[in-house]
């Protein structure tokens, strides 16, 4: 340990996804595909507000698209054929899908309908996308993971202009998840979850990527998942696996440990609340939402949500 353990703070449950939720079947092709001990009934990650202020989630086993009412009840909006892996809200209102079965997907709520918006580059299908994140210029950045570890790593990173332009700009990857921008959008902090590591990816003036490094090196659990960043710009880590939330300073000092009273599987984070103090943590193990409550304020977000 290079540093002295964070003070630890306790969670509480805001929601927990009602028992007729979690109902995939034994033999759901999804929980057939993942390692023995991954959740099996339900898997609920992408934590997001909207700009109605309440929390949009999804359900990747069971290709559902969740809203959460204050009260803590679970609204299903959609049910489709894809594995939704991450949630994010554009700034007029649309929400985007990290389909790891599809591709990146839009969803328009007053529908209902799940249509394709980006599912290829340069012909070819993705390996299984997993993550989205907005910058404050439109422009979307998204991980491509499939089944991509240190045995194949090659998963991928990729930016696509409001224009449409859409690039690869890393391919090195063993399993890309989660991903956010530091507080000035020059760079780019990706979980890379079988390194059990975020990386950081600086961005140049010219569009492409500088020297990545290790930003910080985790150990035990699965690996970091899902990322958000708050007001100082510091990071919060959901360390799947380990039933932990890390937040960490900008020069990547441990400041908190978050702990999950529920379960391992802490996956996404998302902040919320009037003051935007309030961090909301899906845990999948269980199927809930817990909540934690911060000294610093999450950074607003180019769609509205946190």
């Keep these: 340990m290079l540093f002295a353990p964070p003070p630890v703070l306790e969670t509480t449950v805001f929601a927990r996804l009602p028992e007729e939720l979690q109902s995939a079947r034994a033999d759901n092709e ?28 999804v359900d990747v086993v069971n290709g559902r698209i969740l809203r959460v009412c204050a009260n803590g009840q679970f609204e299903v909006l959609a049910e489709y054929d894809g594995w939704p892996n991450g949630l ?5 209102g649309r929400i985007f899908i990290a389909d790891y079965k599809n591709g990146i997907m839009e969803f328009d709520v ?9 599912v290829r580059f340069n012909l070819e299908r993705f390996k299984g ?28 990173l990729f930016r696509v202009r409001p224009d449409g332009e859409v690039s690869c700009l890393l391919d090195n990857l063993p399993s890309p998840n989660g991903l956010v921008m530091d507080r000035n959008e020059t760079a780019l902090y990706v979980a890379v979850t079988r390194a059990n590591a975020v990386w950081k990816v600086p961005l140049l ?10 930003y910080i090196q985790l150990s035990g659990g699965g690996g970091p998942d899902g990322l958000a960043l708050d007001a100082q710009g510091r990071l919060v880590i959901a360390h799947v ?61 180019y769609g509205g949500g946190h």
């Design 30 to 57: 999804w929980v057939m595909g993942q390692p023995h001990g991954s959740p099996a009934k339900s898997l609920l990650e992408g934590p997001s507000f909207g700009p109605d202020g309440l929390l949009y989630c």
């Design 205 to 214: 003036r010219n569009g492409t990527v500088g020297k990545v490094g290790t």
């Design 110 to 118: 007053r529908s209902g309908r799940v249509t394709p918006f980006v």
């Design 88 to 92: 994010k809200f554009h700034q007029d």
């Design 129 to 156: 996308v997993n993550d989205l994140f907005f910058a404050a210029n439109g422009d979307m950045y998204f991980t491509d993971q499939g089944l991509t570890g240190w045995q194949d790593p090659t998963g991928r």
């Design 241 to 301: 696996g380990m039933g932990a939330v890390w937040v960490m300073s900008p020069s990547g000092e441990p400041v908190w440990r978050i702990r999950s009273e529920v379960g391992l599987h802490t996956t996404n984070v998302a902040y919320g609340g009037p003051d935007l103090r309030t961090l909301y943590i899906t845990e999948s193990e269980s199927g809930t939402i817990l909540t934690a409550q911060l000294d610093v304020p999450g950074k607003p977000m």
